[in-house]
């Protein structure tokens, strides 16, 4: 900043004004120092920032690579949180890095809050976190009341799903779970609470599935050759229904002309410019918004953490394209 100071010809403290957005700089002598820093190539010292500042500037924000649902909501909080002092500091889970690393390292670096998403620790561990540091759960609910959370409707985007099929008169449907992934327990729970209730016990099926294109072609391949190809297939999440497409389309079993194909997430990232999957949509632009917002809030100097559950259930919509259709009458469900 003495650097900017002594090319723009003012004051230090003038300067710093201008850098934090303060009033009590001039407009045009505004724009020179800008022009100058600029010009310098001045690049603010975001950690010295934090240390100055009576509170936390930065939100940890703890996430897994490889995840398209994961990349979608990582871009909204960045939407969420332009035109706010606050930035996000990352911190990525793989397969060489776990999880407790990955949010150790955000507290390490003072972050005043954290988003995890799609968290698979125990929400014990969680619970521990929360209280040294306000933290908001997205896509993960939470029973603990220290911990904020946002989620979409497994449940009620389920019986849209399965409304759907049975609506164009399919009455075998087979859900392709994906019991490591965060919420995967959730959501086969809902497909068998739905399908019960709707009467397609007998028609239902849960098979383990996966979060790839390869586990999905996989998985295709296997119904045919067994010959075992229900009339309606319900997959976890979007890139396992896109490799269930792939693999019976390969075999020569038309969709949805004799097998009918639903995703789940609806991420803008996996469509394909031939065939547009039927989808369940999750709406991660609200999904972080409402997240940077609970964070904030805990970021309060009069909101506090408090004690109480805080949880938000977003709804899920069912997007209809190509991929389903009314059931081919007068075939087996097993047959291909």
């Not at 010009?39 to 509170?55: I, N, P, Q």
């Not at 793989?94 to 407790?100: C, K, L, N, P, V």
């Not at 964070?295 to 899920?316: H, K, Q, V, Y």
Request: hydrophobic share 40%; aromatic share 2%.
């Amino acid at each position: 900043m003495r650097d900017v100071a002594r090319e723009a010809g003012v004051s230090q403290s003038l300067v710093s004004i201008v850098f934090r957005d303060a009033p009590g700089a001039g407009e045009q002598t505004r724009e020179r120092v800008l022009e100058v820093a600029r010009r310098l190539g001045y690049v603010r010292d975001e950690s010295a920032r934090s240390l100055r500042s009576t509170r936390p500037l930065s939100i940890g924000v703890c996430f897994r690579l490889g995840r398209p649902f994961h990349d979608a909501v990582l871009e909204g909080l960045y939407r969420a949180v332009a035109g706010t002092p606050y930035r996000l500091v990352l911190s990525a889970v793989s397969g060489s890095r776990a999880e407790e690393a990955a949010l150790d390292d955000l507290e390490a670096c003072r972050c005043g809050a954290l988003l995890v998403i799609g968290s698979l620790l125990e929400e014990s561990e969680l619970s521990v976190r929360a209280r040294r540091i306000p933290l908001v759960s997205v896509a993960r609910r939470c029973d603990s009341a220290e911990i904020d959370w946002v989620v979409s409707d497994d449940e009620g985007g389920m019986d849209r799903a399965v409304a759907h099929l049975q609506g164009l008169g399919h009455e075998s449907v087979t859900y392709l779970s994906c019991p490591g992934a965060s919420g995967g327990e959730n959501r086969e729970r809902a497909f068998r609470k739905v399908a019960q209730r709707l009467g397609l016990v007998g028609g239902a099926q849960v098979r383990v599935g996966g979060e790839s294109e390869e586990e999905g072609v996989r998985i295709a391949e296997e119904m045919v050759a067994a010959g075992n190809v229900p009339s309606a297939i319900i997959a976890s999440n979007d890139s396992l229904a896109l490799g269930v497409l792939g693999g019976l389309l390969r075999h020569g079993v038309g969709v949805p002309e004799r097998v009918s194909v639903i995703g789940m997430d609806d991420l803008k990232a996996l469509h394909r410019p031939r065939v547009k999957v039927t989808s369940l949509c999750q709406d991660t632009s609200r999904l972080a918004d409402l997240a940077i917002g609970r964070a904030l809030r805990r970021l309060s100097p009069a909101e506090g953490r408090g004690t109480r559950p805080r949880g938000t259930i977003l709804p899920m919509s069912l997007e209809v394209r190509d991929t389903t259709g009314p059931a081919t009458l007068g075939k087996r469900p097993g047959g291909a």
